[in-house]
């Protein structure tokens, strides 16, 4: 069966921050002029904002600039941020940090406290009232190319596919999408990206990029314990001195919290797993006070692209650009990325449309070159030296050295840290301690498989496993005999499983797999890819 065809001038694909903001400033832009764009977004979550998950604590700044009036119309950003601690926890206390310690750049004051989630589907719905078409639950699953070999759109994956790899009854062929110009905006560790950065050598020249896991949870908590716009960082327990991570707790309104952990997957030991060590972290005196007498409402787990500023590969190849967290725009020492994947989705619209009004474009160089010279680029580059500051010398003197270079440097230290690939760094499962986690109590602390529960994760189940082996027989051979197979322990979502005594295999449970993408990052030999499945598939967070 022949795919259709459908034509666009601008394919955005990815409905997060970037995505819809470089959406909506085209539209903008097309009306400022009294010409005609056609934009298209194509989402492979179920809805919009059903695969977001962020902290979140949000800045405004691109907002403001994209659409000044947001609060007449309407986004649902109704809690301010307020007070904020930051901790240092021990196994059975801890000590407030002083707030002079924390660097002015990293204070909350004027953001607030969100669920990005719901701010995508708003922001959404601001452009579809511009005329933008949106296409959730269509996954984009294949890069297409001219002959040349430039980008001239997607495809989206084949509906009705088996296990067996052949079509059912249900069959339905996936659709071509092709534009003068396809951006890229997926979020972390996309899987068109990945294929476009390393057909194009994006990344040649820059140093690798790196990760971290973010575990979520939010809780309906006693009304006497909330505290709306009240935020709490931790650093320290559970985690040791050279293992980079923390916590954050965001107290939102109608007595809610997210409570979350944050791991960098950089660790060592691959007894390791981020899902035991945030229950464990729990389990905390200054944490189960909060929880105690509440219930856990939602869970969902996202890897964060933390390479930062060095590492921020080539933005244009011919035919597209690259925004968002796709291009590695998070601000690590922030723990924020929305507000710069919003601006880069703007500077790039900005640069297409100008491009395409001047007839047909290959590579629009112009978007690198005009970022360079917003606040996005001059933010990015004071903090490049923080995440690898702590790598190179751990969480006492990553502290120290970071504490130094945005005080009293301002980023402006005369180096600049080198970074490293997160899946060279487990340590042969002989060479490490291995780690007693305890059971959980059903109360404060909960298992792999009630948790994928309640983030309403679905995959149609008679369709091929979106997770895919490069030699099954690696799985044993390699990460069972030399890692203890660390794929079940740092997917968070119990994906992973060896199975059998006598002949082991390792077994791949697909349809709890809730979109991290850690395994595809994380996995020493580099024998797991993560491509979409079909869409609508995955999570169906709500308000996360």
């Not at 939602?298 to 597209?320: D, H, S, V």
């Not at 082996?469 to 690696?474: D, E, Q, S, W």
Request: proline share 6%.
């Amino acid at each position: 069966m022949e795919r259709d065809v459908m034509e666009f001038d601008v394919l955005i694909v990815g409905a997060g921050p970037s995505g819809l903001a470089t959406a909506i400033r085209l539209k903008q832009l097309a009306a400022a002029q009294g010409s005609e764009l056609s934009v298209c977004v194509l989402e492979k979550g179920s809805e919009v904002g059903a695969h977001i998950l962020s902290g979140a604590v949000f800045e405004t700044w691109a907002l403001d600039e994209l659409i000044p009036d947001w609060k007449a119309k309407g986004a649902p950003l109704d809690t301010p941020a307020g007070d904020e601690q930051f901790q240092f926890l021990t196994e059975t206390g801890g000590f407030n940090l002083p707030a002079a310690l924390l660097p002015k750049s990293l204070r909350n004051h004027g953001n607030y406290v969100i669920s990005l989630g719901n701010l995508c589907r708003w922001l959404a719905t601001q452009a579809e009232e511009l005329g933008v078409e949106i296409y959730p639950g269509f996954a984009a699953a294949e890069v297409l190319y001219t002959e040349e070999g430039a980008v001239k759109g997607v495809a989206t994956g084949d509906m009705g596919i088996g296990k067996d790899g052949l079509p059912t009854a249900n069959h339905t062929p996936g659709v071509e999408l092709h534009a003068k110009q396809t951006v890229l905006a997926e979020g972390c560790r996309g899987s068109l990206s990945k294929t476009v950065i390393s057909r194009f050598g994006l990344s040649r020249g820059v140093q690798p990029q790196t990760y971290g896991i973010g575990i979520k949870e939010i809780w309906e908590i006693d009304p006497a314990k909330s505290k709306p716009g009240f935020i709490s960082h931790t650093i320290g327990w559970p985690l040791d001195n050279w293992t980079y991570g923390g916590s954050f707790l965001y107290h939102l309104g109608n007595n809610q919290v997210s409570v979350g952990f944050v791991i960098g997957l950089d660790y060592s030991n691959p007894h390791l797993s981020p899902f035991e060590e945030f229950q464990r972290f729990k389990t905390h005196p200054k944490v189960r006070g909060v929880l105690e007498g509440g219930r856990r409402v939602c869970y969902g787990a996202r890897a964060l692209i933390e390479g930062g500023f060095q590492a921020i590969p080539k933005l244009t190849f011919p035919g597209g650009v690259l925004v968002g967290d796709s291009a590695g725009f998070m601000n690590v020492a922030k723990i924020k990325g929305s507000h710069t994947a919003m601006k880069s989705g703007m500077v790039a619209a900005e640069a297409v449309f100008d491009a395409l009004a001047q007839g047909p474009a290959d590579e629009v160089t112009a978007y690198a070159d005009r970022l360079k010279q917003t606040w996005l680029w001059s933010e990015l580059k004071a903090v490049r030296n923080v995440r690898p500051a702590y790598a190179h010398l751990g969480l006492v003197g990553g502290s120290l050295l970071a504490g130094l270079d945005l005080h009293l440097l301002h980023g402006a230290l005369p180096f600049t840290f080198s970074t490293h690939t997160d899946h060279d760094r487990l340590k042969k499962a002989s060479e490490a301690p291995k780690i007693a986690y305890p059971k959980p109590d059903g109360v404060i602390s909960f298992d792999r498989l009630s948790s994928v529960f309640i983030s309403n994760t679905n995959h149609e189940e008679n369709q091929p496993a979106h997770l895919r082996l490069a030699n099954p027989n690696v799985a044993i051979d390699i990460n069972l005999v030399e890692y203890d197979a660390p794929e079940q322990r740092y997917c968070p979502a119990g994906v992973y499983e060896i199975v059998g005594d006598d002949k082991p295999r390792l077994q791949i449970n697909a349809q709890n797999c809730v979109h991290c993408k850690t395994c595809d990052i994380k996995d020493p030999t580099q024998n797991i890819t993560w491509t979409v499945p079909e869409g609508g598939g995955g999570p169906n967070y709500p308000n996360m």
